[in-house]
């Protein structure tokens, strides 16, 4: 049912710079195995990365400064002194909070689509990485930013603009139980907002993962996407949860420092590339299990990185194989000119005790012989099929010119064809 509703997909890889070649090992060990050998360039695709998240972090940290500031400031507990008028701080630090959060969490709506350019650009080298067995190159990851750009950036922003709507029913709820509300209504929104945001997180990491992979209309994007997260819920599920190990361990620094320094430094060095590895492999067994896969041979990757100029040479050397080879193989006496058939014509043999007279008779009958193959010769050598043959081995011939061992220009015939 899967595969009727992605033919979509079939023959529209986003593959320009790259071939895909067939993986020798299984996809899990392929990945393990490009993961180890190639570190340096998961490094570098995540520090390439990591820039583009920079205003996304400067967002969360002025946020926690401003936050912080207001509540060292604000009269929460002082002691103001007796008879003095003391404002009510009922709901004061939610409210902080929350108008905190309405302006620092609508920027990083704008900081998500900074950062959608750095998963175009790591999403596409490691997808290139994953189907040419570690080719990376900084040139292509830009490609990836300018093909896969609008892709990225449409479930990014999606998805932010949930998680804003989720930040403030959640700061809304908390303000409202502060100023002494039932707290059913409140918890209930907030329960609803967070499964929406994390179900339409999965589905939005499904339509990056399909706009990095394949190159189609928005609409058959969001309808491939669905139709492929409504199959693989649960294992998107298992392999979401592994590939942000890397976001898990910040969130336990939060009460761990030891914790948030490795998160700090996985993040640093080899956080994005990992969760982008992650699920590009298993995305990519999941298309390869409902899709055919444009494998391409050694001999057709070798070709699809020749230059044009590269190309027209191999295309002349591949017809001038082709001729030589029809040289070789076609000038020989049963093509190039008429052959006598054998016909049932009985032939003078010597016998074991022969005569001077048996000897002669079989001298003539080799004379009948060859006077019929030559009376054959000359009645058909005009045929059209002789004629057409003889004249495109001439051209051929006289086309083609090689070198001697002097250096010299030698001209290719029947005779030093294969010396």
């Known amino acids: ?130 189907n040419a067995h570690g080719e990376f190159t900084v040139k292509g990851y830009f490609h990836g930013v300018k093909t896969c750009y609008f892709n990225t950036a449409l479930p990014v922003f999606v998805f932010m603009l949930l998680f804003f709507c989720c930040i403030a029913v959640s700061d809304w709820a908390d303000l409202e139980m502060a100023y002494g509300a039932a707290a059913g209504g409140p918890i209930t929104a907030k329960v609803c907002i967070i499964i929406v945001t994390v179900i339409v997180g999965m589905y939005a990491m499904w339509v990056y993962a399909v706009g990095i992979s394949y190159k189609v209309k928005l609409k058959y994007l969001i309808k491939n996407s669905l139709v492929l997260f409504a199959g693989t819920i649960l294992q998107s599920i298992f392999m979401i949860g592994f590939a942000l190990i890397p976001a ?26 990992f969760i982008l590895l992650s699920w590009m492999a ?8 409902f899709i055919t896969p444009a494998i391409a041979t050694e001999k057709e990757a070798a070709r699809a990185k020749m230059t044009p100029k590269q190309l027209e040479a191999e295309k002349q050397e591949e017809a001038r194989s082709e001729a030589l080879e029809l040289l070789a193989a076609g000038k020989s006496e049963l093509i190039s000119k008429p052959v006598k058939p054998i016909d049932d014509e009985s032939i003078s043999t010597i016998p074991r005790t022969f005569t001077r007279a048996d000897v002669s008779a079989a001298r003539e009958a080799r004379k009948n012989i060859q006077a019929g193959i030559a009376a054959y010769y000359e009645e058909h050598k005009n045929d059209a099929k002789y004629v057409e043959y003889n004249k495109l081995f001439a051209e051929r011939e006289k086309a083609l010119d090689t070198t001697d061992k002097k250096g010299k220009k030698k001209k290719i015939s029947a005779d030093n064809l294969l010396h």
């Open 1 to 130: 049912m899967a595969e009727s509703r992605l033919q979509s997909l079939v023959g529209n890889e986003n593959a320009d710079d790259y071939v895909r070649t067939y993986a020798p090992k299984g996809r899990w060990s392929d990945a393990w195995q490009l993961f180890k050998s190639n570190l340096v360039k998961f490094v570098i695709i995540n520090v390439l990365t990591l820039l583009f998240f920079v205003p996304a972090v400067m967002v969360i940290y002025f946020r926690l400064v401003y936050v912080t500031n207001l509540a060292a400031v604000y009269p929460f507990s002082a002691n103001i002194g007796i008879a003095v008028y003391t404002p009510s701080t009922v709901g004061l630090a939610e409210r902080i909070v929350f108008s905190a959060d309405l302006i620092y969490y609508s920027l990083l709506i704008v900081a998500g689509l900074i950062a959608a350019v750095g998963l175009a650009g790591g999403g596409y080298s490691v997808k290139k990485m994953i």
């Open 248 to 273: 898990w361990i910040m969130l336990i620094g939060m009460s761990v420092p030891f914790f948030l320094a490795v998160g700090i430094f996985l993040f640093i060095f080899i956080g994005f590339s």
């Open 282 to 289: 298993y995305t990519q067994w999941v298309f390869d299990s």
